[in-house]
């Protein structure tokens, strides 16, 4: 694909997303054909913030890939305070392969990607969920046969989660509806940019307030927590104002008869969606959960074995030692670190 990292569904082309998507199909309809490809790498996982399905997948990811993980918690780390995003990098570089990281703010994963010679995936930060989007639409594709002219509905709050499924939809043709009260519509520069996206691949993006009209004929109906990860102090009041957000039986009956009900989960039953949707037949949240894993098998698999060289070594001046014989320079194992820019 000729990229390094994993850091947003937008940094790629249409054609680069729908790669990972069948390399991804592939990969889950025959696991034991890539076993040991990444024998001898180690993923490093940095936690900010908790989560058993990005924690399970990862790990059992690379490890069916023949790698190893390395759990680093914020208790370990504690990112920009105890030590710097750049000397966690430097550090993390010479002794892994690749870094996965979910943290809080979006820029902590962008400067860590600056600073660090390896391949960096989100996790997950609080503007985009980019691999659960490639989870949410392996699931689609699996299940609908095609991405391109579905129309999927987004109902809550506009937030991550939310920001990757446009992405990802409009990469792939798809027809996203979003409904969220006033006030907590996706960023207008992720509905730009999905826009923009969408006159190439023919995928629309839609913003509305009443859910009826996101559902209404819809072959994916999709929802999130009301209150994410360092919102709980507004849950309560959030919960009123989401209540009409609901996804119960009486919503989802607009939905065309063979939709698609999804969630990122965890979910919060009775808020956000009732037992007798998340656990109807339309249901596809455990699947859509599975997917994490061989989504993420095939970013792992694509940065760590297929990944675009990296820069070459900056020979110089090394500390302590004045040469000009960069044969030497090499064989020694003496490399110069580049400045930080």
């Known amino acids: 694909m000729g990229r390094h990292n994993f850091l947003s569904i937008r940094d790629f082309s249409p054609e680069e997303i729908r790669y990972l998507l069948d390399l991804a199909l592939e990969m889950k309809a025959h696991p034991s054909a890539h076993a040991g490809v990444l ?10 913030k908790p989560s058993l399905r990005t924690r399970v ?3 059992v990811g690379i490890q069916q890939l023949g790698g190893f993980s390395l759990y680093l918690s914020n208790a370990e780390i504690s990112l920009g305070k105890r030590e710097s995003v750049y000397d966690v990098a430097k550090n993390l570089e010479r002794m892994v392969q690749c870094i996965m990281i979910r943290t809080y703010a979006h820029d902590i994963v962008e400067r860590m990607a600056e600073y660090a010679n390896i ?11 980019p691999c659960q989007a490639m989870a949410d639409y392996l699931t689609m594709l699996e299940v609908k046969g095609e991405v391109a002219g579905l129309k999927v509905a987004f109902i809550g709050d506009g937030n991550n989660v939310c920001h990757s499924l446009m992405f990802a939809g409009a990469q792939l043709g798809a027809h996203v509806w979003v409904a ?4 907590y519509e996706p960023k207008p520069e992720t509905v730009e940019w999905s826009l923009q996206r ?3 691949t023919g995928g629309t993006c839609t913003l509305t307030h009443d859910p009826v009209e996101a559902v209404t004929d819809a072959d994916v109906v999709y929802t999130d927590v009301w209150a994410s990860m360092g919102q709980e102090s507004e849950a309560e009041s959030r919960r009123r104002i989401f209540a009409p957000y609901q996804v119960n039986s009486e919503l989802f009956r607009h939905a065309k008869f063979d939709a698609m009900f999804m969630h990122c989960l965890p979910a919060h039953r009775g808020d956000e969606v009732t037992d007798e949707v998340i656990d109807s037949a339309h249901s596809v949240v455990y699947q859509q959960a599975e997917n994490r ?3 993420q098998k095939a970013i792992l698999l694509e940065l760590m074995q297929y990944r675009e060289a990296m820069e070459p070594v900056t020979f110089g001046e090394t500390a302590g030692v004045s040469t000009s014989d960069e044969s030497e320079i090499v064989e020694r194992g003496w490399i110069v670190p580049r400045e930080l820019s």
Do not use: C, R, V
Request: hydrophobic share 35%; proline share 6%.
């Open 180 to 183: 969220t009260p006033a006030g």
């Open 119 to 129: 391949p960096i995936i989100n996790g997950l930060t609080d503007y985009s969920h």
């Open 293 to 295: 894993l061989h989504a």
């Open 39 to 48: 024998k001898g790498k180690t993923l490093a996982m940095i936690f900010e």
């Open 57 to 59: 997948s990862f790990d």
């Open 198 to 200: 969408g006159t190439q």
